[in-house]
């Protein structure tokens, strides 16, 4: 099984700032099927990045991933109000798992 | 408007079973994989396994294979997940989810990226 961390577990961060989320996979993950969600309390998580570098439906562009291999990253590059959430990386190249999350708050 | 419907919240005694269900609509059901992922209190999200709507083959997470069984009645576009030997630690939100477009799957055209939810179903597992 392909195990992903993420770090920081939390970032404290203020609106307008840039936040830069990073997923670490145990084995390489085959064919960059690595994706992003966004999860806010109460609610279903949220596509945000698929295919390592491709924004869902209607993403906005300051959500950017980026990475290859074993390293993934994602970039909130204006963090907005409706951006303070929590986040999960997938990979979903070898059977499917979930990074533990990183929690991105407001400073 | 596409979108996956799940049943209502459930409390079940440890040795019980429970059956959540999952309806699409808006889009074709058949032609799709509907996965189960589900959610413990302050735990990462785990992916339990998967359906395809259209043939029934099914595939499960080694974590669970004995314990959860997904089946499909295609004309009511509805995913089950059963979930038998219940304990307390399957307490837990349980989502259905599935890609909307084929963009979204790995190569073997059954692990997916998934832009389509459930709402979430809770169950409570307690005595």
């Known amino acids: 099984e392909i195990v992903l961390t993420q770090s920081p577990g939390t970032l404290s961060l203020s609106p307008g700032e840039r936040a830069t989320l990073s997923c670490r996979a145990s084995?390489?993950?085959?064919?960059?099927?690595l994706a992003w969600y966004q999860q806010k309390p109460g609610q279903a998580p949220r596509l945000l990045i698929y295919?390592?570098?491709s924004r869902a439906t209607g993403i906005p562009d300051r959500f950017t991933g980026s990475g290859s291999g074993t390293d993934f990253t994602l970039t909130i590059s204006r963090l907005e109000p409706e951006d303070f959430a929590v986040y999960y990386c997938?990979?979903?190249?070898?059977?499917?798992?979930f990074g533990g999350g990183t929690k991105v708050e407001i400073k | 408007q596409v979108q996956l419907v799940q049943s209502g919240a459930e409390v079940k005694k440890p040795g019980a079973s429970v059956k959540v269900s999952c309806k699409a609509s808006?889009?074709?059901?058949?032609?799709?994989?509907i996965h189960w992922v589900r959610q413990a209190p302050g735990q990462r999200l785990e992916w339990m396994g998967w359906?395809?709507?259209?043939?029934?083959?099914?595939k499960y997470s080694q974590k669970f294979q004995g314990r959860v069984t997904i089946t499909r009645d295609t004309s009511a576009s509805t995913v089950y997940m059963e979930v038998s030997s219940l304990r307390s630690e399957d307490t837990a939100v349980y989502h259905c989810?599935?890609?909307?477009?084929?963009?979204?799957?790995?190569?073997?055209?059954?692990?997916?990226?998934?832009?389509?939810w459930g709402q979430g179903t809770m169950v409570t597992v307690s005595s």
């Open positions: 989810a599935s890609p909307s477009s084929w963009v979204y799957y790995d190569r073997s055209g059954y692990f997916a990226a998934f832009d389509m």
């Open positions: 808006g889009y074709n059901f058949t032609s799709y994989v």
């Open positions: 359906i395809s709507a259209g043939i029934g083959i099914t």
């Open positions: 084995q390489s993950v085959s064919s960059s099927s």
């Open positions: 295919g390592a570098s």
């Open positions: 997938q990979q979903y190249g070898n059977s499917l798992t």
